[in-house]
């Protein structure tokens, strides 16, 4: 890895048609780098209200800075129509963690402590002690995209 390229660890989700928002976001992600893409997972809604949930993990590598990922992924939310306060979320993308090697990451703290609904995809492309989780039975969503690039 080039030391100017930033590792970003990513998560999506969507339970407002979210197979459509998932293609148009892994479309995004591939076009900015090399990717690699958890399976996506099927999960409950956290607080119990609203659609099951499709969760997936991203590590994309990047010449982008942190700032603009960021700044990149609301703006990928809000061109798929997310609005704040619904139960109904067409686009979540936030960035969990960054940094140059998959050992020394920084992990984004707005986002600690770990949701289970990052951890389970996330364990799938980086195994980490944070990811850790109990044996689980969630369904796979299979699309007929591609979800893992070199």
């Known amino acids: 890895m080039n030391v100017t390229e930033t590792i970003f660890a990513l998560t999506l ?35 119990g209200i609203g659609e099951d949930y499709w969760n997936a993990a991203c590590l994309l590598t990047s010449h982008l800075s942190v700032d603009a990922m960021m700044i990149i992924l609301k703006k990928m939310e809000t061109d798929a129509g997310r609005v704040h306060g619904l139960h109904q979320i067409s686009l979540d993308a936030d960035v969990i963690a960054w940094g140059h090697d998959l050992t020394q990451m920084q992990f984004n703290l707005k986002k600690l402590p770990l949701a289970l609904d990052v951890r389970i995809p996330m364990m799938d492309i980086w195994q980490n002690d944070a990811f850790a989780h109990d044996q689980h039975q969630f369904s796979v969503v299979s699309l007929d995209i591609p979800v893992k690039s070199v």
Not at 17 to 38: C, E, Y
């Open 13 to 47: 989700a969507s339970n407002y048609n979210p197979q459509q928002h998932f293609q148009q976001a892994i479309d995004q992600l591939m076009a900015m780098g090399k990717t690699v893409f958890s399976d996506i997972y099927r999960l409950p809604c956290r607080d």
